[in-house]
């Protein structure tokens, strides 16, 4: 077990909704990132938080936003959710400033927009 | 152009077998390498770190070539529970830091 944690498990939105999941970073982590996985595809990155500020951020348009605590616990939120939205969001933590940049995933948060 | 390009296989091998699987990248300014695993409906999880020099775990060796901008994965002696999609990975670290990860490989290893 990495010792990163998500919820919820599982989520059932409708399209229009907003949705905010949840990430705990392994212990010692300063950072955490964002992904988004569609089936058959591999993860998409969203952002990267670092002392609690956007520190990277990849295609995804404003709609996608986040928030990262002072104890480096993250929330990703998302507006206006679409059905394309549906898919299993990943966070990972790692830790910044080390010469190999390892991640460490957490189980995931599977969202179906219907 | 994608960032990070992966053959989707899928890869079926006998027990045993030495299996490679290569992923190219596009961007040269790339720092970081990795290769994860993934099995059905779970996350991905770390395989192993590659660096410039090459490295080796037990049955697995990962390579690096800058120059051509390609990681490779070898999975030696495979094992039935070697069954999983292998995904590389690529950091990026200006502007922002990014991670780009291929669609992955899918390998089943057949006894």
């Not at chain 2, 070539?65 to 002696?77: H, P």
Request: glycine content about 8%; some cysteine; aromatic content about 14%.
């Amino acid at each position: 077990e990495t010792g990163v944690t998500q919820s919820p498990t599982h989520l059932i939105k409708t399209r229009g909704q907003q949705v905010t999941l949840r990430c705990s970073s392994q212990s010692g982590h300063n950072t955490v990132s964002w992904y988004q996985q569609a089936l058959g595809q591999g993860p998409q990155f969203i952002f990267q938080y670092y002392r609690e500020e956007e520190n990277g951020r990849g295609n995804f348009p404003p709609r996608f936003s986040g928030l990262q605590f002072p104890n480096y616990s993250s929330e990703l939120n998302v507006n206006a959710l679409e059905l394309d939205d549906s898919a299993l969001y990943l966070c990972a933590s790692s830790l910044y400033g080390t010469a190999i940049y390892e991640q460490y995933f957490g189980p995931g948060t599977r969202l179906t927009v219907t | 152009r994608k960032e990070v390009e992966q053959d989707p296989g899928p890869f079926n091998v006998p027990e045993g077998a030495t299996v490679a699987f290569n992923c190219t990248y596009s961007n040269s300014a790339s720092q970081s390498f990795f290769w994860y695993r993934q099995d059905c409906r779970k996350e991905p999880k770390l395989l192993m770190s590659v660096y410039s020099s090459g490295n080796e775990d037990g049955r697995f060796t990962a390579q690096l070539n800058r120059a051509s901008q390609y990681i490779s994965l070898l999975i030696r002696d495979s094992k039935l529970s070697d069954s999983a999609t292998y995904l590389c990975v690529v950091n990026i670290g200006f502007p922002g830091n990014q991670f780009y990860f291929g669609t992955g490989t899918s390998l089943t290893v057949i006894p």
